[in-house]
T-cell receptor, first 115, second 118 residues
Framework: AQKITQTQPGMFVQEKEAVTLDCTYD???????LFWYKQPSSGEMIFLIY??????QNATEGRYSLNFQKARKSANLVISASQLGDSAMYFC????????????FGAGTQVVVTP | DTEVTQTPKHLVMGMTNKKSLKCEQH?????MYWYKQKAKKPPELMFV???????INESVPSRFSPECPNSSLLNLHLHALQPEDSALYLC?????????????????FGAGSRLTVL
């Protein structure tokens, strides 16, 4: 069975600071993908970044980077230079080969960016 | 702009009403999903359609009835709902459902339909 764990229910971060959101996962499948989504209060789930289990390099997308440590089964999201618009719920998710399309979500981390 | 369009954005219905949620995508995706999300919780998968056929039903009560009229449209028919069914209903699509876990097969979500059952 797959499991995604996000241990930080909420975080405050000052504008222009970097923030790291933790995510650990558990799967016996050697082939899987890890995803981070952002959900503002409006409700839409916005895809941020992807990391494949066989990728040798950590993924980066603009101000988002993923700190992938395969042996520790962690996939932490780093947001650099936080902006007020980054205030949202952030979900880590995993999709494995044997999950037949199911995207398993973590509990989420609520981020509030303060001026 | 989201590439998955959901209507209506808000819906209020009584327990005896029949209503439908609609979802449309024009990305050529062949897998479409319905998720239910309660406040402060992660989305929970309800249904998956693959090539217009129901592939996964996560033991959803029969008062929720999905329909996929064509590869671009996904409906969720609602009948005799309970107040605890009040939630945000998210539609998503991806290139395919199956074993492709690559970033090319990422799920794209719509903005959601916020349902209140009185």
């Amino acid at each position: 069975a797959q499991k995604i764990t996000q241990t930080q229910p909420g975080m405050f971060v000052q504008e222009k600071e970097a923030v790291t959101l933790d995510c650990t996962y558990d799967t016996s499948d050697p082939s899987y993908g890890l995803f981070w989504y952002k959900q503002p209060s409006s409700g839409e789930m916005i895809f941020l970044i992807y990391q494949g289990s066989y990728d040798q390099q950590n993924a980066t997308e603009g101000r988002y980077s993923l700190n992938f440590q395969k042996a520790r089964k962690s996939a932490n999201l780093v947001i650099s230079a936080s902006q007020l618009g980054d205030s949202a719920m952030y979900f880590c998710a995993m999709r494995a080969t044997d999950s037949w399309g199911k995207l398993q979500f973590g509990a989420g981390t609520q981020v509030v960016v303060t001026p | 702009d989201t590439e998955v369009t959901q209507t209506p954005k808000h819906l209020v219905m009584g327990m005896t009403n029949k209503k439908s949620l609609k979802c449309e995508q024009h990305m050529g995706h062949r897998a479409m999903y319905w998720y239910k999300q309660k406040a402060k919780k992660p989305p929970e998968l309800m249904f998956v359609y693959s090539y217009e056929k129901l592939s996964i039903n996560e033991s959803v009560p029969s008062r929720f009835s999905p329909e996929c009229p064509n590869s671009s449209l996904l409906n969720l028919h609602l009948h005799a709902l309970q107040p605890e069914d009040s939630a945000l209903y998210l539609c998503a699509s991806s290139q395919s459902q199956g074993t492709d876990t690559s970033g090319a097969n990422v799920l794209t979500f719509g903005a959601g339909s916020r349902l209140t059952v009185l």
